[in-house]
């Protein structure tokens, strides 16, 4: 078995998840049983229709809150029909608001809003049960209620302090006690003291033996327990972003990412470094001979793949351009906006699609809309880009900073040309300069030259670029992220680490 470890996941899911995401695919080719456990608690909507959306089978996941109940992860189902036939007086008029249907019981001073799932027009995600203004209680439901969570009244609103997590049979698994930043969990006779102790309850019982595989995505309440109960398993580590901090590294001392400083720190209980570029491998590797005398195993496997290579079944619309990303402040999208309406004054027919959701929409709408640029820059939301990237002629980049770039790799498999920052560790595998596009230079704290250069370099791009040779070294460059190539890989590794 190859367990997975995760924290959490959502619709605008970052390139762990997806990288993820490929990983399973690539597992279920090798016909290898693999596991992806996700810690952190998901409330906004039920975590299988996260999982589901971006490629994982519902046997594949594990949820720490419903690993101790004999739920399995399962899409809502549960009904507006069955909630009403929970009402004790019967069944009061509706109001119905979008995905919202209030049901007011006024002889109660209660009324119960009901939300369905985003994809169905009787099926529930959860309740919310209210009286005289005060939030009482929700519930949670797959094919019958998972867990719920009781509130009191503080300062106007409604605190949590109590979630209940039931079996299917209606009886209480276990019970969590908070206070909003620290959980004390009840199970039986039992208290576990705090939610990194139920992570730890949860790798135990998973009893890792001799063949199993166990791989961090994201270590973060989670690496403690893994290392101390691995057992008989082999323990690797995906490195998904840059691992130190340049600024703050001189000859003496390196200054680790947070997120990977315990795993290197015990870097002799992990069997396998995995990076995702030989870029990144290289300059590890020298990293732990320089600062700590010690040279782990490290190797390069892409965190994506392609399973092939995606042509165009038109001409690519002209002056095209298209990125994609979560909507994040570190992806640096309004650098984009900025230079595309730059670059518009001197390519009168250029746009730019920017693909994907997060919580920098908002603001890159407003910012769009002062640009008087909404009939040339769209913001497209998340779908499936793998027939999208055929129709455009260039992909921009303003990211300064990608472990690898899914879509960056999705985009030269697709053959556009490649505009992107002359950064670590993503551009520099994907982009070759005047190759198949154009790096640009890139220093920190210096936005008004790099709108600069990037809008330069779409002028150059449209204006003096060979277009169809760059999309021609494009597809050259995909051909090495071909999931035959990657399967292979892994392949080899599992067969190393599990002996056979």
């Known amino acids: 078995m190859v367990y997975n470890l995760n924290r959490g996941i959502g619709w605008a899911s970052s390139g762990v998840e997806y990288a993820q995401a490929y990983r399973a695919g690539i597992l279920r ?42 739920f399995s992860i399962a899409p809502c189902t549960y009904t507006l029909e069955q909630l009403e036939e929970t009402f004790a007086n019967g069944v ?22 009901a939300y369905l799932t985003k994809d169905s027009q009787t099926c ?40 209940r997590f039931f079996n299917r049979d209606g009886s209480e698994a276990y019970t969590e006690m908070t206070s909003g930043k620290e959980s004390v969990f009840r199970m039986g006779s039992d208290i576990i003291g705090s939610k990194e102790q139920l992570i730890s309850r949860m790798i135990q019982a998973f009893d890792f033996k001799k063949g199993d595989v166990v791989i961090m995505d994201r270590s973060t309440e989670i690496a403690h327990s893994v290392f101390r109960h691995k057992g008989g398993a082999k323990l690797a580590v995906v490195i998904h972003a840059e691992h130190f901090n340049a600024a703050m590294t001189d000859d003496d001392n390196i200054l680790w990412n947070n997120y990977y400083e315990y795993e290197f720190t015990n870097a002799d209980d992990i069997d396998v470094f995995i990076s995702s570029t030989d870029i990144q491998a290289d300059i590890l590797r020298r990293h732990f001979l320089k600062y700590y005398g010690k040279s782990p195993r490290i190797v390069t496997i892409p965190v994506g793949s392609l399973d092939s ?12 351009m298209i990125t994609a990303s979560r909507l994040a402040s570190e992806k640096h999208l309004e650098w984009l906006v900025c230079a595309a309406c730059a670059a518009k004054k001197k390519i009168p027919e250029l746009t730019l699609d920017i693909y994907g959701k997060g919580s920098g929409e908002e603001g890159l709408a407003e910012l769009i809309a002062k640009k008087k640029a909404s009939d040339y820059i769209r913001l497209c939301g998340h ?13 921009a980049s303003a990211s300064t900073s990608e472990g690898f770039g899914l879509s960056l790799m999705e985009a030269v498999g697709a053959g556009c040309a490649m505009i992107g920052f002359d950064v670590n560790y993503g551009n520099v595998t ?12 890139y220093r920190e704290n210096a936005a008004k030259e790099a709108v600069k250069g990037l809008a330069n370099a779409m002028v150059r791009m449209f204006r003096k670029a060979d277009i169809t040779q760059f999309s021609e070294a494009s597809y050259k460059t995909a051909s090495r992220f071909l999931t035959d190539e990657v399967r292979d890989a892994w392949k080899t590794l599992l067969e190393e680490l599990v002996g056979k």
């Open 309 to 320: 290579l995606t042509y165009p079944r038109e001409e690519r619309k002209p002056f095209s």
């Open 124 to 163: 529930i995600q959860h309740t919310e049960y209210i009286s005289r203004g005060n939030l009482l209680r929700k519930d949670y439901y797959f094919d019958r209620k998972v867990f719920s969570e009781y509130f009191a009244p503080k300062d106007g609103r409604g605190k949590l302090y109590m979630r």
């Open 383 to 395: 779908v499936d880009l793998t027939d999208v990237y055929p129709h455009y002629a260039v992909y």
């Open 29 to 70: 080719k090798l016909g290898v049983e693999s596991r992806f456990v996700f810690t952190d608690m998901i409330l906004t909507e039920n975590i299988e229709c996260l999982t589901k959306n971006i490629g994982f089978s519902d046997d594949e996941i594990i949820w720490l809150y419903t690993f101790f109940t004999d």
């Open 430 to 441: 994907f982009i070759g300069h005047r190759v198949n596009g154009y790096r640009i230079p």
């Open 92 to 113: 009061p008029e509706k109001e119905v608001s979008g995905r919202a249907i209030c049901y007011r019981f006024p002889e109660e001073n209660l009324y119960v809003m």
